[in-house]
């Protein structure tokens, strides 16, 4: 399928950072931003580090995941610089000389050790915006993360550029591409770990390039929301796979989950499929000025209205809700914020100058409580799942009346069902950036 070049996007994207860069300055009273990339951190008592994360505060700037002990600088009315660090080193893979889209909107300082960069950076420290981890210091450069700043930057994430969708676009054909080579290791009777390997050769990205663990979970490991164990030897018989996987375009993420019956178990095939109608119609609702707290109430009496047409509760799905028996079935939320991280930021900002818009009663695990507004991505992933803990709750709460344990009991070896789509949200009908990847490789 034709996607948008992310290059031709890029200068009105650094023109939106620039802005909302020079307001958040504004708020907090400073003169720079500097933004430092990121450093490797070793483990404990070993000469080992850990996976390299870069600053999502960096990335969102520039398409650069791989670039340790480096500095973006801005100073409203200023070309923005990168201080690009480009060690000699013979032990590991250097950063190649600075190229592609982004070179010309940047004045690029190379530097050959961490410190050479002292010189590069502001001298006024106090007049500095430093966004960064505590393990980014550098002499006396020290992020200082002030709240104003953040609030209002990361509050505006939320409002996706044309360049950071294209990106996303580009990490929705990445990703399905693996969950298709996923969907046929397991028809053809893979082990856990051997669709993860399939998953992973076929988007071209590994652990370390993913934006999260793969859930890749069969029959009744489907009932572990973040299942990331991989067995290596193949359930017999299989009856279900769960799969949720994304992968990464220039740093921004993909989230995808689908669920697949085994041929032959044509009552779970049902239940998926009801599942995927409803979820379906919950993506239109990504519409501007549409409270996403309701959309995840709404998701709620949807997925207890098919749970009671499948004659697994017994009472109304407002009653399931009311009482707490529909967190059983489905105990998270119904998504969440998307882009440069997976669990993007600002979900919960009452505003750009903070604050903290609550979830509903009873609702802990909700990730985002925002109206929806043009601009933003989001996940919609409605579940319905057979969770022996939650189930045994239900029961202890005086509710067992409003389960029908004999058909729990049918469903449990299949452990559960999730659906996954990003949806981006528009001045009309909500984009589903998803669905058509899925329609267009077959």
Same mark, same amino acid.
């Given at each position: 399928?034709?996607?948008?070049?992310?290059?031709?996007?890029?200068?009105?994207?650094?023109?939106?950072?620039?802005?909302?860069?020079?307001?958040?300055?504004?708020?907090?009273?400073?003169?720079?931003? !500097?933004?430092?990339?990121?450093?490797?951190?070793? /483990?404990?008592?070993?000469?080992?580090?850990?996976?390299?994360?870069?600053?999502?505060?960096?990335?969102?700037?520039?398409?650069?995941?791989?670039?340790?002990?480096?500095?973006?600088?801005?100073?409203?009315?200023?070309?923005?610089?990168?201080?690009?660090?480009?060690?000699?080193?013979?032990?590991?893979?250097?950063?190649?000389?600075?190229?592609?889209?982004?070179?010309?909107?940047?004045?690029?300082? =190379?530097?050959?050790?961490?410190?050479?960069?002292? +010189?590069?950076?502001?001298?006024?420290?106090?007049?500095?915006?430093?966004?960064?981890?505590?393990?980014?210091?550098?002499?006396?450069?020290?992020? %200082?993360?002030?709240?104003?700043?953040?609030?209002?930057?990361?509050?505006?994430?939320?409002?996706?550029?044309?360049?950071?969708?294209?990106?996303?676009? /580009?990490?929705?054909?990445?990703?399905?591409?693996?969950?298709?080579?996923?969907?046929?290791?397991?028809?053809? #009777?893979?082990?856990?770990? +051997?669709?993860?390997?399939?998953?992973?050769?076929?988007?071209? /990205? @590994?652990?370390?390039?993913?934006?999260? #663990?793969?859930?890749?979970?069969?029959?009744?490991?489907?009932?572990?929301?973040?299942?990331?164990?991989?067995?290596?030897?193949?359930?017999?018989?299989?009856?279900?796979?769960?799969?949720?996987?994304?992968?990464?375009?220039?740093?921004?993420?993909?989230?995808?989950?689908?669920?697949?019956?085994?041929?032959?178990?044509?009552?779970?095939?049902?239940?998926?499929?009801?599942?995927?109608?409803?979820?379906?119609?919950?993506?239109?609702?990504?519409?501007?000025?549409?409270?996403?707290?309701?959309?995840?109430?709404?998701?709620?009496?949807?997925?207890?209205?098919?749970?009671?047409?499948?004659?697994?509760?017994?009472?109304?799905?407002? +009653?399931?809700?009311?009482?707490? !028996?529909?967190?059983?079935?489905?105990?998270?939320?119904?998504?969440?914020? =998307?882009?440069? /991280?997976?669990?993007?930021?600002?979900?919960?900002?009452?505003?750009?100058?903070?604050?903290?818009?609550?979830?509903?009663?009873?609702?802990?695990?909700?990730?985002?409580?925002?109206?929806?507004?043009?601009?933003?991505? $989001?996940?919609?992933?409605?579940?319905?799942?057979?969770?022996?803990?939650?189930? @045994?709750?239900?029961?202890? +709460?005086?509710?067992?009346?409003?389960?029908?344990?004999?058909?729990?009991?049918?469903?449990?070896?299949?452990?559960?069902?999730?659906?996954?789509?990003? $949806?981006?949200?528009?001045?009309?009908?909500?984009? %589903?950036?998803?669905?058509?990847?899925?329609?267009?490789?077959?």
């Amino acid at each position: 399928m034709n996607l948008p070049d992310p290059g031709a996007l890029y200068s009105d994207h650094l023109g939106v950072l620039a802005r909302r860069a020079d307001e958040a300055l504004a708020r907090g009273g400073f003169d720079h931003l !500097v933004v430092p990339s990121g450093r490797l951190h070793y /483990q404990l008592f070993d000469d080992r580090d850990y996976p390299y994360a870069v600053n999502p505060q960096f990335k969102t700037w520039l398409p650069l995941t791989r670039l340790p002990d480096s500095w973006l600088v801005y100073t409203p009315g200023r070309r923005p610089q990168l201080v690009y660090h480009q060690p000699h080193d013979y032990w590991h893979a250097v950063p190649a000389a600075p190229s592609g889209w982004w070179v010309e909107h940047f004045d690029i300082h =190379i530097i050959r050790t961490p410190e050479e960069a002292l +010189a590069l950076l502001p001298r006024d420290l106090a007049r500095c915006a430093i966004l960064g981890e505590p393990q980014s210091a550098l002499g006396g450069v020290v992020p %200082n993360n002030p709240q104003p700043v953040i609030d209002y930057l990361e509050y505006q994430r939320a409002f996706k550029t044309p360049y950071e969708i294209a990106l996303m676009r /580009q990490a929705q054909v990445h990703a399905v591409r693996g969950h298709r080579a996923a969907e046929a290791a397991f028809r053809a #009777g893979a082990s856990e770990f +051997a669709i993860h390997m399939a998953y992973c050769s076929a988007v071209g /990205q @590994d652990a370390n390039e993913l934006p999260y #663990g793969n859930i890749i979970a069969l029959n009744e490991h489907a009932a572990v929301l973040h299942y990331t164990d991989l067995c290596h030897a193949a359930p017999q018989p299989a009856r279900s796979f769960l799969i949720d996987a994304g992968a990464s375009a220039y740093g921004y993420a993909s989230d995808i989950t689908r669920t697949y019956a085994a041929a032959g178990h044509d009552e779970f095939q049902a239940l998926i499929d009801a599942v995927d109608a409803a979820q379906r119609n919950m993506c239109t609702k990504v519409r501007g000025g549409f409270d996403y707290k309701q959309l995840h109430i709404d998701a709620h009496l949807a997925l207890m209205g098919i749970l009671r047409d499948f004659g697994v509760i017994t009472v109304s799905p407002e +009653a399931a809700l009311a009482s707490g !028996v529909s967190a059983a079935f489905f105990p998270h939320g119904i998504g969440h914020l =998307i882009g440069a /991280q997976v669990h993007d930021v600002a979900g919960f900002a009452a505003s750009d100058r903070g604050g903290h818009i609550e979830r509903p009663a009873g609702h802990p695990y909700l990730r985002m409580t925002r109206v929806l507004e043009p601009g933003m991505v $989001v996940t919609i992933e409605p579940g319905v799942y057979f969770i022996d803990m939650l189930l @045994d709750e239900v029961k202890k +709460a005086g509710n067992g009346a409003s389960v029908n344990w004999e058909r729990v009991d049918f469903f449990r070896p299949y452990g559960g069902i999730r659906i996954e789509d990003e $949806v981006l949200c528009t001045d009309g009908d909500a984009d %589903n950036l998803t669905r058509p990847v899925f329609a267009a490789q077959g």
